[in-house]
């Protein structure tokens, strides 16, 4: 079975450009989560979709955007680039039990680098 | 607001040694879960182990075992017999269970190395 998918795996970018980042659940899994990983600030919780609608949100401004579609894929979407938005960007997803979505699986995460 | 603290940046062990990592949180819930994630030089964040809170007794997944300790509300992760293939860091995580946000909250991370 296919665990959680991202792409692309590396993302070179200049300030105030956009980028798009995707990610693929695993089958079954209707929950998708974003995760940011920055150098010196650990992993913070950036967005939560579920059945195709933005569930929660984390602390972090609206340039961040994102979007779950049927097939509960998820597409991360930063515009207006920031040097400080290099990161490791992690995906994970879940099965939705009911509200208590447990256990979380993480894909190996996209790398943006902005220059 | 819950918090994740992981006290030791790195850590190191001679292979098939034991070796023990902390995790201490601060909440006000009663009912939540709690994980250990590796996450090893491919980047991917691996689940290792997960406690729920309501369970008085500790998770064990082969060589890894944690001890919950809910009163002092700490969560350390234990293994056993390390492999080279431990060398990792180690997140520590939090999740609430009721009113769940889909947030789970992580530790600073602890990079273990596993020495042959």
């Known amino acids: 079975e296919a665990g959680v998918t991202q792409s692309p795996t590396h993302l070179i970018k200049t300030r105030g450009q956009q980028a798009t980042l995707r990610c693929s659940p695993i089958s079954g899994h209707t929950s998708v989560y974003w995760y940011q990983q920055a150098l010196g600030l650990g992993l913070q919780f950036l967005l939560w979709?579920?059945?195709?609608?933005?569930?929660n949100r984390g602390n972090f401004p609206p340039r961040f955007s994102g979007r779950q579609f049927p097939n509960y894929s998820s597409e991360l979407n930063v515009n207006a680039l920031e040097l400080e938005d290099s990161a490791l960007y992690l995906c994970a997803s879940s099965f939705n039990t009911g509200g208590s979505n447990e256990k979380l699986f993480f894909g190996s995460g996209t790398q943006l680098s902005v220059l | 607001a819950q918090t994740v603290t992981q006290s030791q940046p790195e850590m190191s062990v001679q292979e098939a040694e034991t070796v023990t990592l902390s995790c201490t949180y601060d909440?006000?819930?009663?009912?939540?879960?709690l994980f250990w994630y590796k996450q090893p030089p491919s980047r991917q964040m691996i689940l290792v182990i997960r406690?729920?809170?309501?369970?008085?007794q500790n998770a064990t997944e082969n060589r890894f075992s944690v001890n919950f300790q809910k009163a002092a509300k700490s969560f350390s992760l234990k293994i056993s017999d390390s492999q080279l293939g431990d060398t990792a860091m180690y997140f520590c995580?939090?999740?609430?269970?009721?009113?769940?946000?889909?947030?789970?909250?992580f530790g600073q991370g602890t990079t273990l190395q596993v020495k042959p």
């Open positions: 909440t006000s819930e009663n009912n939540y879960y």
């Open positions: 406690q729920e809170a309501y369970k008085q």
């Open positions: 979709y579920d059945e195709g609608e933005e569930r």
């Open positions: 995580a939090f999740m609430k269970h009721t009113g769940n946000t889909g947030k789970l909250i």
